[in-house]
């Protein structure tokens, strides 16, 4: 007679582990695939970061709660042409930079002047758009104001955030220069008499007086810009892939006229 080997008698919790292996190792594969695509969707999306009082380049849209403007379009264009999803995110100017270098934001497109001292913490893309700043007085302001120097001793206003108030503060000519978290707050309190005048974005401020806001003020129609630049997109300064990608696909839309006709849809 043939005597058939015995099994190796399975203990009751060997048998469990085995059967919560074969029940369980199929939903971690699966729950590891859903994770490689939600990582995957993540690096396809660009979280670019804009100011809601930018307008007409960043700015809150109240009716659909978004961040809309030149700058959006901008980015949107750009993404497409990228091959990326690209979502805004809302945050005060001065808040940009710090948002883009601790991660949260992966790209800045507002209206933000590339400076020497800017380009030692982001990396800025190639010009984007040029302009300077600009003097906001009420109608009735007596005298003319052809620079800076001719307001020496006037109280003014610039926003936060922006290299207008260092560059006013290093001419010593103020006795106070108010900061203010958006133009629109320096613009009401010029139109207030709280200031007599207030240093901005030109574009900006002109654009809010063109949509009749404000009608009590004006931009000093004499002055001679002194703080003339230009507006740059920025990621982080490591992020050379993502600047270079930036930097060919403006090059690509510059020359195919979209970035022109962005900028004239919104009046620039």
């Known amino acids: 007679m043939t005597l058939t080997p015995l099994e190796p ?12 292996r074969r029940y369980l190792l199929p ?16 690096q396809e ?26 700058m959006v379009d901008l980015v949107q264009a750009l993404g497409e042409d990228m091959g990326y999803d690209v979502t805004v995110q809302e945050s005060q100017f001065n808040a940009l930079i710090p948002s883009l270098t601790s991660g949260k934001i992966d790209i800045i497109s507002a209206a933000m002047l590339k400076t020497p001292e800017r380009a030692q913490v982001v ?3 190639d010009d984007v758009y040029p302009y300077g700043e600009g003097v906001v007085i009420k109608t009735d302001y007596e005298g003319e104001i052809h620079s800076l120097d001719d307001l020496a001793g006037e109280t003014i206003g610039a926003q936060v955030g922006t290299t207008y108030v260092e560059q006013l503060n290093a001419m010593g000519i103020f006795p106070e220069i108010r900061n203010y978290d958006t133009l629109a707050d320096m613009m009401r309190d010029v139109s207030l008499g709280r200031i007599v005048a207030g240093v901005g974005d030109a574009p900006i401020m002109g654009y809010q007086l063109s949509q009749g806001r404000f009608p009590d003020l004006q931009l000093a129609e004499g002055y001679e810009q002194q703080m003339v630049g230009h507006i740059g997109l920025a990621v982080a300064q490591d992020n050379t892939e993502l600047l270079e990608q930036l930097n060919a696909s403006l090059a690509k839309l510059k020359e ?12 620039l």
């Open 45 to 70: 999306t660009l979280r670019a970061g804009g100011t809601p009082s930018g307008i007409p380049f960043t700015f809150l849209d109240v009716q659909t709660n978004e961040i809309t403007g030149a």
């Open 27 to 42: 939903g971690l594969f699966g729950t590891a695939l859903l994770l490689t695509g939600a990582t995957l969707q993540a």
């Open 123 to 125: 990396a800025f893309s």
């Open 9 to 20: 008698k399975r203990s009751a919790s060997t048998t469990k582990a085995s059967s919560l």
């Open 256 to 267: 195919d006229g979209t970035v022109e006709a962005i900028f004239e849809e919104w009046g």
